[in-house]
């Protein structure tokens, strides 16, 4: 079986307003700030484990922090790797029996990697880079925080170390909770359009009506039109919202709006006047995936899995797919070459008169949110934009 822990990562840390190594959940990890904005980030994966925004006592962290979550509700918990916003490269759900055999995880390697850390005066980035010994992969995470900004910038580079092209599978696993995520008060908001409820068996292990804490609501398979999905008692729901009674546990994916360039997936709290979301493009992510694990109000859990397919699987299985509301469900790699891949993450206080999300875009170096009903506009800088360069 591999060692996770003596695959080779690289970090430079330099020109930052603040870059401090901290433990976090006993874990090893550099808070990266500019005093707008500061996020910690993980040794272990280059996982995006806290946001949050400097000296403002009142603003909790969106990100999903299970140990956290465990410990608050007297459960035990042991970290494993998923948290917060990872990566999952190369391998997006599952491995095959024989990709288990040969060592590969779920949600592939690169969330379970560790990095060393090494300092460089010359750079004005985070920059974090890994070798895949599975698939033969390297990738290189690069993070910039700008002055003035409430933006973390990410930009992705997968080179493939073989000599012939091959699909690989792809996803940032963003993922928000409790106690941002309040029934009635959060809401999640997409440049969504076609979408559908996740294909699943009632015998399926985690997948059916099986759990003592959560149960399935959403009708099996069935297309439908962002945001309201189908539900087995013959209603719909409406998938921004979260329920004021959970005991739910929802899979859906929604292809991205193909008449925009530039996607957005934010969630909103109404009550804090806190806005969390992302920017990316559809080139590299034209795919959401919606995990919903509703247990309790204490423990609400929601995936906003932005990715190359619809559905965490098995790569067989995306790759037998093809595609999806004619939208391919895998990314090529090409021979001795590389693909990239950028986003930006922002969390910042919203006007209190806003009450919704009508859209989010770049415009003119700045991130646009708009709630056009109560006519509301917050305006972020955002220089740098998505093209990975400043």
Same mark, same amino acid.
């Given at each position: 079986?591999l060692?996770f822990?003596?695959?080779a990562?690289?970090?430079?840390v ?6 401090? %190594? ?10 990266i ?11 272990q ?5 806290s ?6 006592a ?6 999903w ?5 465990a ?11 998923? !948290? ?6 190369d ?5 095959s029996s024989?990709e ?14 560790q990095?060393?850390v090494?300092?460089d ?5 985070l ?5 895949l ?10 993070f ?7 933006v973390?910038y990410?930009d ?6 073989l ?10 696993h963003?993922?928000?909770?409790a106690?941002f ?21 009632a015998?399926?292990?985690g997948?059916g ?13 069935v297309?439908? %039109? ?6 087995l ?29 530039t ?12 806005i969390y ?17 509703y ?10 899995e932005?990715g190359?397919?619809p559905y965490?699987v ?8 093809g595609t999806m509301?004619?939208t391919?469900?895998f990314r090529?790699?090409?021979?001795k070459g590389?693909?990239?891949s950028?986003?930006?993450? !922002?969390?910042?206080r ?6 919704k ?6 415009e003119?170096g ?8 109560a ?16």
């Amino acid at each position: 079986m591999l060692s996770f822990r003596r695959a080779a990562f690289w970090f430079v840390v330099a020109g930052l307003a603040s870059a401090q %190594t901290v433990s976090f959940e006993g874990q090893p990890a550099i808070v990266i700030s500019n005093g707008r904005v500061s996020v910690t980030v993980l040794e272990q994966g280059a996982t995006l484990a806290s946001v949050t925004i400097p000296g403002d006592a009142g603003v909790v962290d969106p990100l999903w922090n299970p140990i956290r979550l465990a410990r608050e509700n007297g459960r035990p918990a042991e970290f494993n790797g998923a !948290f917060g916003h990872f990566v999952c490269v190369d391998g997006f759900g599952q491995p095959s029996s024989s990709e288990r055999a040969a060592g590969m995880p779920m949600h592939g390697e690169a969330h379970l990697l560790q990095f060393r850390v090494n300092r460089d005066n010359a750079k004005d980035a985070l920059e974090m880079k890994a070798t895949l010994p599975i698939v033969q992969e390297v990738l290189t995470r690069t993070f910039h925080v700008v002055p003035g900004e409430s933006v973390l910038y990410v930009d992705s580079r997968l080179e493939n170390l073989l000599g012939f092209d091959r699909p690989v599978n792809w996803a940032e696993h963003a993922t928000v909770s409790a106690p941002f995520v309040e029934p009635g008060k959060t809401f999640i908001e997409i440049s969504g359009s076609r979408s559908q409820n996740r294909p699943y068996s009632a015998s399926e292990p985690g997948r059916g009506n099986d759990s003592p804490r959560t149960q399935r609501r959403l009708v099996s398979g069935v297309d439908f %039109t962002w945001p309201f999905a189908p539900t087995l008692d013959g209603r719909t729901v409406d998938m921004r919202t979260f329920p004021a009674e959970p005991h739910f546990l929802d899979h859906a994916a929604t292809l991205m709006d193909p008449s925009r360039d530039t996607e957005f997936a934010v969630a909103f709290n109404s009550r804090r006047h806190l806005i969390y979301g992302y920017l990316f493009r559809r080139a590299d992510y034209p795919w959401i995936q919606h995990w919903g694990n509703y247990p309790a109000v204490a423990e609400l859990v929601r995936g906003m899995e932005f990715g190359t397919q619809p559905y965490d699987v098995p790569r067989h299985d995306a790759i037998a797919m093809g595609t999806m509301f004619d939208t391919p469900a895998f990314r090529w790699l090409p021979a001795k070459g590389a693909i990239e891949s950028h986003f930006l993450l !922002f969390y910042s206080r919203t006007p209190e008169q806003m009450g919704k999300i009508d859209d989010v875009r770049i415009e003119n170096g700045t991130i646009v949110i708009e709630d056009r009903s109560a006519n509301q506009r917050l305006v972020l800088p955002a220089k740098r934009g998505l093209n990975g360069k400043s």
